[in-house]
């Protein structure tokens, strides 16, 4: 189990490591916790000639928020989403995700960044960006550029970002008003990767009724999805009962998930329904958030 042969680069700045990256024209892979390139490498399922250890550029790890959403540099890692105070207020579903990526010693060396990057179809992260409408900053020494999730996501480990570009920054926008949301997911044990996951986020008008829900899935396909059917099915209602269960029966609607050795399509299905079933129900019954 040990590496092929590389050459390691630890730049101290952004600047410095995106100069590396334009220099080696494809040729480099980033390496940021480590945690999923570390064992590909090791068992030699991937080959770089180069490393860019990004470990060092400290203006990468970062939590802000303004008005209108909150920030996340690339380089922050899961344990400071999960225990970060101001992502547990500003973007409460993203703090709960972060607290099922893995076990601890995951967490304290993963980043964000590369998370997305990897785009892992059973990842947390990207079905939070799904839910959200996240948006992810990229720089190359040619351009910075913002896109959505659903360019960045291209199929199961690919994603829009060339070679020489890094993801920098993560931005999800900021619920309005009051606010519930919920995660939950599947997994064989616990900090195993998830068979399905499910993100709900609901925002009240002053009538309590849905003015805006998005309910994000994961593991049921190679990107992340929204279930768009059981968005449209709550908005503008009160979430009662029946109509979560309308709704959650509506997830699996064009669904076609994989059958594989862990769980079979139909099962996945089934799951899905009851994860977004359980989750609207917690979110509208138990986790209710005001605006900060
Ligand atoms: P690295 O491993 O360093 O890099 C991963 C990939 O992203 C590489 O291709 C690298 O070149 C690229 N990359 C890294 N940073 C950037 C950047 N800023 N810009 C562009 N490219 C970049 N993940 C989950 O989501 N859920 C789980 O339940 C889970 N369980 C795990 C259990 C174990 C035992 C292990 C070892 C890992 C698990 N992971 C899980 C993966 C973990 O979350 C990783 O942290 C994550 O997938 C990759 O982040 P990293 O910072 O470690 O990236």
């Not at 909150?70 to 500003?90: D, K, P, W």
């Not at 720089?139 to 996501?153: D, L, M, N, Q, V």
């Not at 968005?231 to 009962?241: T, Y």
Request: glycine share 8%; with cysteine; proline share 5%.
């Amino acid at each position: 189990m040990k590496p092929s042969r590389f050459e390691y680069y630890a730049p101290q700045s952004l600047d410095e490591a995106l100069v590396l990256l334009d220099r080696f024209a494809g040729d480099a892979r980033i390496l940021a916790g480590g945690q999923s390139l570390v064992p590909l490498m090791n068992m030699r399922l991937a080959r770089p000639q180069r490393i860019v250890d990004i470990n060092r550029v400290a203006e990468l790890d970062y939590i802000r928020i303004n008005d209108d959403y909150i920030s996340i540099g690339a380089l922050t890692r899961h344990r400071a989403i999960e225990q970060s105070q101001t992502v547990f207020t500003a973007c409460p579903l993203l703090s709960k995700a972060a607290g099922f990526v893995g076990h601890p010693q995951v967490r304290s060396r993963g980043t964000i960044g590369g998370s997305l990057a990897h785009a892992d179809p059973a990842a947390e992260y990207p079905v939070i960006l799904a839910a959200l409408d996240g948006e992810i900053k990229l720089r190359s020494i040619r351009s910075e550029r913002i896109i959505g999730w659903r360019r960045f996501f291209v199929s199961d480990y690919a994603t829009d970002a060339e070679p020489d570009e890094i993801v920098v920054e993560v931005r999800l926008p900021r619920p309005r008003g009051s606010t519930a949301c919920e995660f939950l997911e599947l997994s064989r044990r616990h900090g195993d990767f998830a068979l399905v996951e499910a993100a709900v986020q609901i925002e009240f008008d002053e009538k309590k009724k849905c003015s805006r829900v998005a309910i994000g899935l994961g593991g049921v396909g190679g990107m992340p999805l929204r279930a768009s059917l059981s968005e449209e099915i709550l908005q503008g209602k009160f979430p009662g009962k029946d109509i979560i269960r309308e709704a959650a029966l509506a997830a699996v609607e064009n669904l076609d998930p994989v059958s594989d050795v862990h769980a079979s399509a139909a099962y996945r299905k089934q799951m899905v329904s009851l994860l977004v079933s359980r989750a609207l129900e917690r979110a509208t019954g138990l986790c209710s958030v005001k605006e900060a």
